[in-house]
């Protein structure tokens, strides 16, 4: 059950995770001002046939009960078919008591998981006759982020801030405007301005829906940008760097267009096109030949793709029971100079094991054809959340691989840290939840022609343990002490958010 961390001897805790907090989140500032909950529906919160029954006396599991009325209060912006579009059950419709609860429990998940309240309550109002009136209480989130944008260009940041020493020299800066939920209908609207060491102009355009039945949507985006230093090759399964202070030396333009279908509520599907134009510059090409491909110093392809993803877990952000499922097709090129097929798939599950105890598992894996690929097509392991712990300071490239995960987690604290408002604007209150985790790691990565790179084509260990603090606007950080089988070990940093 939540707490509140008031007594004196404590304030000296609560500075320091708010400052943490703070620094972690480039926007936190801004975040502080919106935010008041806690980032997860705990147990207490749930409705239960024993608290029914507490309420409105000794109902049968097996009543029936029949919708009468839904209402819906809090959503000063957000449009009633969102909420309803959400939630397994109609006016009208008659389901056994015990069957009722149930799916109670799963609106108020599926509405969390949409990422536009702070607050979900689903409950009971009144009940009478075997009718009953539901009422979805929402608290909404702040949706409109114009954000300074500074980040380290590091794959992690391990790598940024002890590798490079936190250099300044390496890092983009400019501004994010993020507008979620533009007309009501959840929609997305991002726009980037990056200066710095990367110079970036974006914008997307995320309409989940376009129809009436709410199935259909459409995303759309474009991005140009240059850069002044490229990762040319990997030796010894580090990264090579080229840098010239003085000129670009890789350009790129990228644009697609996609449409998307959800037929009800836990499956999405995804199918696009897109077109992808970039150059290097010669002397990228001199010091690999096979960074595109024959020798070339410019690509230019069309590619098209599909994806599919599936979520029944409690809380995507940071899931502790459940089930997802992500499964992706892509076709890059229609000729010999750019020529890919690529699947992956990915697929995890987490169970409760114990009070306040969870075990999960993930598994991912990809394979591209032909084996033959360029350079810039060889990246796999140590890229975006393709990664094992313990290896965050190598990368493997290759063309085919996975890894399985396996992790236990405990919470150890659920609290709200009081805070006055005349410190934080409106904020009386920051929401902290603790994990605390051990988790082992296996993976392989096949390359036909791996050269100096030996932890391609090997099996690969590493496992550890670790601290999750999880807070406000799905912000998580992590702190992972990591061993590998190369017998290395040390403490890694991660940080994860929607921004």
Do not use: C
């Not at 409950?123 to 982020?145: G, S, T």
């Not at 590091?154 to 800066?173: C, G, H, I, P, T």
Request: no cysteine; glycine share 6%.
């Amino acid at each position: 059950m939540p707490i509140t961390i008031a007594t004196p001897y404590m304030q000296w805790m609560k500075r320091n995770i708010v400052f943490a907090v703070l620094v972690f989140t480039p926007y936190g500032v801004l975040l502080a001002q919106a935010t008041q909950t806690n980032p997860a529906t705990t147990a207490e919160d749930s409705l239960t046939l024993e608290s029914f029954r507490e309420q409105f006396g000794k109902v049968p599991e097996t009543a029936t009960i029949t919708i009468r009325d839904i209402l819906i209060s809090g959503n000063k912006k957000t449009n009633e078919k969102i909420i309803l579009r959400e939630i397994p059950f109609k006016e009208g419709e008659q389901y056994e008591l015990k069957d009722l609860v149930k799916k109670i429990e799963d609106a108020k998940r599926q509405l969390k998981n949409t990422v536009l309240f702070h607050e979900v309550e689903v409950e009971i109002k009144k009940f009478e006759d075997n009718h009953a009136d539901i009422l979805i209480a929402v608290k909404e989130r702040w949706y409109l982020f114009p954000i300074p944008y500074f980040k380290y260009i590091d794959r992690n940041l391990n790598e940024w801030l002890f590798q490079n020493n936190a250099s300044f020299k390496r890092v983009n800066y400019g501004l994010k405007v993020l507008y979620n939920n533009v007309t009501g209908y959840n929609d997305k609207l991002n726009l980037w301005l990056i200066n710095g060491y990367t110079k970036q102009v974006s914008i997307n355009y995320d309409r989940l829906y376009i129809d009436k039945k709410l199935k259909w949507g459409l995303n759309t985006a474009i991005a140009l940008g240059k850069n002044r230093e490229v990762n040319y090759n990997t030796v010894n399964n580090k990264q090579l760097f080229f840098k010239d202070t003085s000129n670009f030396v890789r350009s790129y333009f990228k644009t697609n267009a996609e449409i998307t279908y959800r037929r009800a509520i836990r499956t999405r599907h995804r199918i696009g096109v897109a077109y992808t134009d970039e150059r290097v510059s010669d002397t990228i090409v001199a010091l690999n030949p096979s960074y595109f491909k024959d020798g070339r110093n410019r690509i230019r392809f069309p590619e098209i793709y599909y994806s599919m993803s599936y979520f029944d877990v409690d809380y995507i952000p940071y899931p502790l029971q459940g089930y997802q499922a992500e499964g992706s097709f892509v076709k890059r090129g229609f000729n010999n100079i750019i020529n890919l097929w690529q699947l992956t798939a990915k697929g995890g599950g987490s169970w409760k094991i114990a009070k306040n105890t969870y075990f999960g598992t993930r598994i991912s894996g990809t394979v591209k054809f032909p084996f033959n690929q360029p350079y810039i097509h060889q990246r796999l392991f140590g890229y975006s959340d393709f990664f094992m712990q313990g290896y965050e300071y190598y990368v493997i490239d290759g063309v085919a691989g996975g890894y399985i995960k396996t992790i236990v987690t405990r919470e150890l604290f659920n609290f709200f840290i009081k805070y006055r408002k005349a410190k934080i604007g409106s904020v009386d209150r920051i929401p902290m939840r603790i994990f605390a985790k051990a988790y082992t790691n296996a993976g392989y990565i096949h390359h036909p022609n791996p050269g100096e790179n030996g932890l391609s084509n090997r099996m690969l260990y590493s496992g550890g343990v670790g601290l999750d603090l999880l807070t406000f606007y799905d912000f998580t950080f992590r702190l992972e002490w990591s061993f590998n089988q190369l017998g290395q070990n040390g403490l890694y940093l991660h940080r994860k958010s929607n921004f």
